[in-house]
């Protein structure tokens, strides 16, 4: 079955320090994987895909993903964190059937709650 | 602007009462989606459907039922059968079979038991 974990319930950084959102995944076939944000009493927000193609990703916001096959790993990342930046962050990959096909369904991890300290 | 509407924003439920939460997109998108969010659970799937008069059940579907009449609207109603109906329910909608393109989501119903 397909499965996606974020280890880390809560990440603390300072404002200006680099941040780092980890994310495993578990599927078979290749990966459509996606990182969404949180802010409180909100919708999830879009930040990011990965497909195929370049490993290291852009998004919105400033924040970036690097996708490690052999890792089976995609870890959202930002070089200097905002106190803005402080959300729920999950991340998503998407559904396979049995024979290995794409489907529409999305799959999340627990997400993690990002702190960003002045 | 094109997105997805959810209404109310609070509903609060009595004992034995059905309630109804909405979602309407404008997105024209096929596939719509209902997600149940609990603290340290992530998103758990509910229902979801893929076209018009269609919808399949998720990983949480008892206690819940959906009707899908319209392209645009998608509706919610947690029975008094779901006995544990509070939590923040979420409405998403995505293009059908365009595997690399985001669910794009609402902005919740929060739910809660008188």
């Known amino acids: 079955a397909q499965s996606v974990a974020q280890p880390e319930d809560q990440v603390n950084v300072a404002e200006g320090n680099p941040l780092t959102v980890k994310c495993t995944y578990s599927?078979?076939?290749?990966?459509?994987l996606f990182w969404y944000v949180q802010y409180p009493n909100r919708g999830l927000q879009f930040l990011l895909k990965y497909i195929t193609g370049d490993n290291l990703v852009k998004g919105s916001y400033g924040f970036e993903a690097e996708f490690n096959k052999s890792q089976t790993s995609f870890h959202l990342k930002k070089p200097s964190a905002l106190v803005s930046d402080s959300a729920l962050y999950f991340c998503a990959v998407r559904d396979r059937v049995n024979y290995g096909g794409a489907t529409n369904k999305l799959i999340f991890g627990t997400g993690t709650l990002l702190a960003v300290q002045p | 602007d094109g997105g997805i509407t959810q209404s109310p924003k609070y509903l609060f439920r009595k004992e034995g009462q059905n309630v109804t939460l909405s979602c309407e997109q404008n997105?024209?998108?096929?596939?719509m989606y209902w997600y149940r969010q609990d603290p340290g659970q992530g998103l758990r799937l509910i229902y979801y459907?893929?076209?018009?008069?269609?919808?399949q059940k998720g990983d949480i579907a008892e206690g819940y039922s959906v009707s899908r009449e319209k392209k645009e609207s998608f509706p919610l109603t947690v029975t008094s059968a779901q006995k544990n109906p509070t939590a923040f329910y979420l409405c998403?909608?995505?293009?059908?079979?365009?595997?690399?393109?985001?669910?794009?989501f609402g902005d919740g119903t929060r739910l809660s038991i008188l």
């Open positions: 599927v078979s076939g290749n990966p459509y």
């Open positions: 459907s893929q076209i018009v008069n269609d919808f």
């Open positions: 997105l024209n998108h096929d596939a």
């Open positions: 998403a909608s995505s293009p059908l079979l365009s595997f690399n393109q985001p669910q794009h």
